[in-house]
């Protein structure tokens, strides 16, 4: 099996959004700003039947003047370009003279106390961005407060400030849904009491779902004419799966490989990241090949999208790979209050270790894992700026040049880190020690409620002390992260018994012939079995 990583940060952008207003359905004339107290946002929802896809969102709230939707993320660009017809209100309803600066950028001529606007919700072009961003089509959709709603910004236009910042972890907002009534709308965000969000009749044809949302930026909701549902709650935790369309798997597969991953990554950490979480997995909105897939983690909630194998057992393994790696984000970064860029850590060693976590389910072979490597070496090895950066420096070029770096030289880095870690303790400490003590100092008390964290420490310099810790290791963030290097795998892997050979532009890792004691016992650690090579080999206890 090969890994191949979509993945898109996982880190919400820390850009405040403060859509403190109340809101009422744009195409309905409700208009009750006056009897509701709490921040509310209403969206109804268009799917494309016989029009464009559109969402038409009304906000009101506090007095605002200057409008700035996010027009970028992910690597994804021009998003401000769907903002359309934004309309703005005084108190009395008075219509306001509104300016467009740019695409996304809106400028009116006083205060409003609220505003209205269209989105387009065209799918993305490229098919891997519809696990980032809001789109929507005939049968079913996604949507992220985060680039549906405008950056808050004061009357003046600046981003608001850290102390509002912390305001915001004691704010929700209410958002409420109109969509057709043969349409669910599922979500992680806050519902009421009784776990279920609340769902009123309208007017036959369709119907009204709200939820409370702690914090918009983690927000995200899947729509759809045929979602299905199950859930599971392993000790600390309850996992929903909400699906939609055929798969060659059927839910209690899906729900039971997800329920072991996390399991398996909780056996690492020691505690649960959150008390809810949710998996969706549903269809890419345009026909892709169907070893496809694209997923991102945002809070507590995965999206992934995937093409459709044919066969179950091809089909659960590709799921396998997205469900290692995007629910270890649950615990890193999300679970923790850290700030920055410190892709290097969150994403190249999660590569890393949802790779040694897919072997330690049985989901790779330990040669496979061996192969995974030596991808990610190759791919180091083609990547033009290789060795020009950090990998400090690398993570903040992550959407232009240093994707390759976070990602593969990352990962090199992270199983050097392991091995000599392992080597060093005698096998009595390994990388699971370090995701341990870090979400042990800095776990996220606030994202176990959905918030973000109103106070965090910068990532690298936390991620930094941490994997120094150990004896022995203090140097190795300063040798391998901090500062430029380059990696010649070979010679650095053969201390630990394993040999890297490079053959045109693709290279293999394998065990050696001979091995020391110490040797073998590391590479059993890390799931090696060379009962086939030496059948009368005992294994060592
Ligand atoms: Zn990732």
């Known amino acids: 099996m090969s890994i191949q990583l979509v993945c898109s940060s996982s880190r919400v952008s820390t850009a405040a959004r403060r859509s403190s207003a109340v809101a009422s359905v744009a195409l309905s004339l409700c208009w009750f700003a006056s009897a509701v107290s709490a921040r509310q946002v209403?969206?109804?929802?268009?799917?494309?039947?016989?029009?464009?896809?559109?969402?038409?969102?009304?906000?009101?709230?506090?007095?605002?003047?200057?409008?700035l939707f996010p027009n970028s993320y992910a690597g994804i660009s021009d998003l401000g370009k769907r903002i359309e017809k934004l309309e703005a209100f005084d108190t009395a309803g008075a219509e306001i003279?509104?300016?467009?600066?740019?695409?996304?950028?809106?400028?009116?001529?006083?205060?409003?106390?609220?505003?209205?606007?269209?989105?387009?919700?065209?799918?993305?072009?490229?098919?891997?961005?519809?696990?980032?961003?809001?789109?929507?089509?005939?049968?079913?959709?996604?949507?992220?407060?985060?680039?549906?709603?405008?950056?808050?910004?004061?009357?003046?236009?600046?981003?608001?400030?850290?102390?509002?910042?912390?305001?915001?972890?004691?704010?929700?907002?209410?958002?409420?849904?109109?969509?057709?009534?043969?349409?669910a709308v599922h979500s992680n965000e806050g519902h009421n009491a009784a776990g279920d969000a609340a769902v009123s009749a309208r007017n036959g044809l369709q119907k009204e779902v709200t939820f409370v949302v702690p914090d918009v930026d983690r927000a995200v909701f899947a729509l759809g004419k045929s979602l299905h549902?199950?859930?599971?709650?392993?000790?600390?935790?309850?996992?929903?799966?909400?699906?939609?369309?055929?798969?060659?798997?059927?839910d209690s597969d899906a729900l039971k490989m997800a329920i072991d991953v996390l399991k398996a990554h909780h056996d690492v950490f020691a505690a649960m990241p959150s008390k809810q979480g949710t998996l969706i997995i549903i269809p890419f909105p345009h026909p892709v090949a169907a070893n496809k897939w694209s997923a991102e983690t945002r809070g507590s909630t995965v999206t992934l999208l995937i093409g459709r194998l044919p066969s179950k057992v091809a089909a659960l393994a590709q799921l396998s790979v997205p469900?290692?790696?995007?629910?270890?984000?649950?615990?890193?970064?999300?679970?923790?209050?850290?700030?920055?860029?410190?892709?290097?850590?969150?994403?190249?060693?999660?590569?890393?270790?949802?790779?040694?976590?897919?072997?330690?389910?049985?989901?790779?072979?330990?040669?496979?894992?061996?192969?995974?490597?030596?991808?990610?070496?190759?791919?180091?090895?083609?990547?033009?700026?290789?060795?020009?950066?950090?990998?400090?420096?690398?993570?903040?070029?992550?959407?232009?040049?240093?994707?390759?770096?976070?990602?593969?030289?990352?990962?090199?880095?992270?199983?050097?880190?392991?091995?000599?870690?392992?080597?060093?303790?005698?096998?009595?400490?390994?990388?699971?020690?370090?995701?341990?003590?870090?979400?042990?100092e800095y776990r996220n008390e606030d994202a176990r409620a959905g918030f973000q964290p109103a106070q965090e420490r910068d990532g690298s310099e936390a991620a930094l002390q941490a994997l120094g810790f150990?004896?022995?290791?203090?140097?190795?963030?300063?040798?391998?992260?901090?500062?430029?290097?380059?990696?010649?795998?070979?010679?650095?892997?053969?201390?630990?018994?394993?040999?890297?050979?490079?053959?045109?532009?693709?290279?293999?890792?394998?065990?050696?012939?001979?091995?020391?004691?110490?040797?073998?016992?590391?590479?059993?650690?890390?799931?090696?079995?060379?009962?086939v090579r030496s059948p009368n080999h005992r294994k060592a206890s």
């Open 42 to 67: 209403n969206v109804v929802i268009q799917p494309p039947v016989d029009s464009k896809a559109r969402a038409f969102i009304e906000v009101i709230g506090d007095p605002v003047r200057i409008w």
């Open 97 to 183: 003279s509104v300016h467009k600066i740019a695409p996304g950028q809106f400028e009116a001529t006083r205060l409003a106390a609220r505003f209205r606007y269209e989105v387009n919700l065209d799918p993305p072009a490229q098919p891997s961005d519809a696990a980032h961003v809001s789109w929507l089509e005939w049968a079913r959709g996604l949507l992220m407060l985060a680039d549906l709603l405008p950056t808050s910004r004061s009357e003046q236009g600046k981003a608001v400030n850290d102390e509002q910042k912390e305001k915001k972890t004691a704010e929700s907002t209410i958002v409420r849904f109109t969509l057709p009534d043969s349409w």
């Open 229 to 250: 549902i199950s859930q599971f709650s392993p000790p600390g935790m309850t996992l929903r799966l909400v699906t939609d369309g055929e798969w060659a798997f059927p």
């Open 323 to 440: 469900l290692t790696h995007e629910f270890l984000h649950f615990w890193v970064p999300n679970g923790l209050a850290l700030a920055g860029d410190y892709d290097w850590f969150y994403e190249g060693f999660t590569v890393y270790q949802a790779a040694r976590i897919s072997v330690r389910l049985d989901v790779l072979t330990f040669q496979e894992f061996l192969n995974a490597i030596s991808r990610a070496y190759d791919g180091y090895s083609l990547g033009l700026d290789r060795d020009r950066w950090s990998l400090l420096e690398a993570s903040k070029r992550r959407w232009t040049t240093g994707e390759s770096s976070v990602y593969s030289k990352s990962m090199l880095v992270a199983f050097l880190y392991d091995l000599n870690l392992r080597s060093l303790s005698r096998n009595k400490h390994s990388l699971d020690d370090v995701y341990r003590n870090l979400f042990r």
């Open 470 to 531: 150990y004896s022995g290791m203090q140097n190795f963030g300063r040798s391998f992260v901090s500062n430029a290097f380059s990696i010649s795998l070979p010679e650095l892997l053969a201390p630990f018994g394993l040999r890297a050979e490079t053959f045109g532009l693709r290279t293999r890792i394998s065990v050696s012939e001979s091995l020391t004691r110490q040797q073998r016992d590391l590479l059993h650690d890390l799931g090696y079995n060379d009962y």
